[in-house]
C-alpha cells in the first residue's frame, strides 16, 4: 500500500486488490476536503476508485512513471531487491519527488533533499565525459519523471533559488539524448523552443550545454512558494500512458472546455490552437496527449493550460513521419485551410484571428531560424541536423501556414549562409 499526499498532507491510499488480480484501488482518507483531490477527474467521494487496465495503476499514478532509460536505469538498480518490481513498486521508490503537487509514502524523516547541483555550470560545461551518465546515477531515483528520451529532476545549487523551494525538492529537469538514435536533439528541442517563444507562446526558461548534450528545463510546475498540480491530457481522458497517441486535436479541445477555467478558456483555446499549429509547421510528430496539460493550485481553484513544452522537429530522425493524434479524422499533416477550420469549429476562433496567430507562428520561426544558424557557426556537429530542421521547417511553414499565399517562403535561402559561416 501506498499512502498518498496533496501538498504533504496524507490524503489516501493507494494499494492492490487481494481478491482481483491487477486491480489497484485508491481511497480517499475520511477527513479529505474537496479541495484535496489527487486529480480533476477524480473528486473526494467515499466509495474508493478501481482501476484494472492491463495490470497498471490509474492515469493520475500513471502519468510521471518514467518509460525509456530512466525505467531501465531504475530497474535494473531495484529489480533484484525488489521481486515483484511492478509500477506500484516503481512509484513507491520515487514517491518523494514527482512532477506536480501530489507526493507518495511521506514521512516526517524521509523528507530527503534532493543532492545540489549547479546549474549554470552544467550549462557551461563543454567536456567531452559523458556527463549525463553521472546525473542518471545521481538522480534518479530522485526522477518522478514520464519520457522516453533520459531525463532526470535536479535541485540548483545556485545562489538564491534553493532556499525558494519547499523541502529543498528539485527545481529542474535535465534531458539529454542518444547520439545513435537522435542525434542532437537536445538542439533540436531548444530551437523548436525558440520558435514558441518567439510566437509568444508561454514557455519554460530553457538553456542548452554548451556541448549542446542536454537541456535545462526550469520546472513550470512551481510558484514560488508550492509545487502547482499537473495534469496532462492522457490523465484528462482517463487513458494509461501507453495511450498517449490515441485520440483526436478535436478532443483536447473539448478536455479544455470542460476543464480549464472560464476566466482562461478563451486565451487558452487561443494558445492550444497556436501551439498545434507550430507543431504542425515545425513537423513535430511527437505533439501527443501527454505533451499538453493543465495547471492548478487545488482541484477547486482557477485551471489553465500549461506553458508549452516537448517541441522536436521529428521529420529530422523520421522522415515520413505523422502528426500524433488525428485532425479532421487524419493523422496527414494539415493545410493552412484545414486548421483555420480547426480553429474555427472547435477553438472558437475567427478566421481572420487564426490567421493572426499564425503569423505569429510564422514570425517566430523565422527568428529561431537566424538563432540555429548561428548555433551552426559555432557547433559543427548539428550542421547536418540543422540544415535538415530549415528544410523541414519550410515544408511545414509553407503547407500549413502559408499554403494559401502566392510567395513562398523558403528557410533554404537561410541554410546557404550556415556553409558561408562555417568557413
Known sequence: MIKIFVDQKPTGSLYKSDLDIGVFYFGYDALSLSKDAISLTMPVVRDPYPYNFKHQLHPIFDMNLPEGELRNHLFKQFSKAIPDFDD???????????????????????????????????????????????LLNRYAVYSGISGVQPKVLLRNSDEGTVKRVTHRDATHIVKAWNPNENPQLAANEYFCMRAASYAKLDVPNISISENGKFLIIERFDFDG????????????????????????????????????????????LETFFKSLTLSCAVMNGDAHLKNFGVLYADTQATVKLSPTYDVVTTTAYIPGDSLALTLGGSKAWPKEKALVKFAGQHCNITASRAKELM??????????SHDMVFYIKHHEQFRGVGEVMLT????????????????????????????????
Not at 506536480?100 to 524521509?110: Q, S, Y
Not at 496532462?232 to 498517449?244: G, H, I, P, Q, T
Not at 503569423?359 to 529561431?368: Q, T
Not at 517562403?409 to 556553409?419: D, E, I, L, W
Request: charged fraction near 25%; proline fraction near 2%.
Open 88 to 134: 506500484l513498486a516503481l512509484l513507491g521508490i520515487l514517491g518523494k519527488h514527482q512532477i506536480g503537487r501530489l507526493r507518495f509514502n511521506l514521512t516526517d524523516k524521509e523528507l530527503i533533499n534532493v543532492p545540489a547541483q549547479s546549474v549554470s555550470e552544467l550549462i557551461a560545461y563543454a567536456g567531452a565525459e559523458d556527463l549525463f551518465d553521472n
Open 225 to 268: 512558494d508550492n509545487y502547482l498540480g499537473f495534469e496532462d491530457f492522457c490523465v484528462l481522458n482517463a487513458r494509461a500512458s501507453e495511450e498517449k497517441y490515441k485520440g483526436s486535436y478535436e478532443n483536447i479541445t473539448r478536455c479544455i472546455k470542460e476543464f480549464v477555467s472560464p476566466e482562461h478558456l478563451s486565451s487558452d
Open 359 to 368: 503569423s505569429e507562428v510564422a514570425e517566430g520561426m523565422v527568428s529561431a
Open 392 to 423: 523541414e521547417w519550410s515544408k511545414g511553414l509553407n503547407r500549413s501556414i502559408l499554403s494559401d499565399e502566392r510567395t513562398v517562403y523558403s528557410f533554404a535561402k537561410v541554410a546557404p549562409a550556415v556553409k558561408k559561416l562555417g568557413k
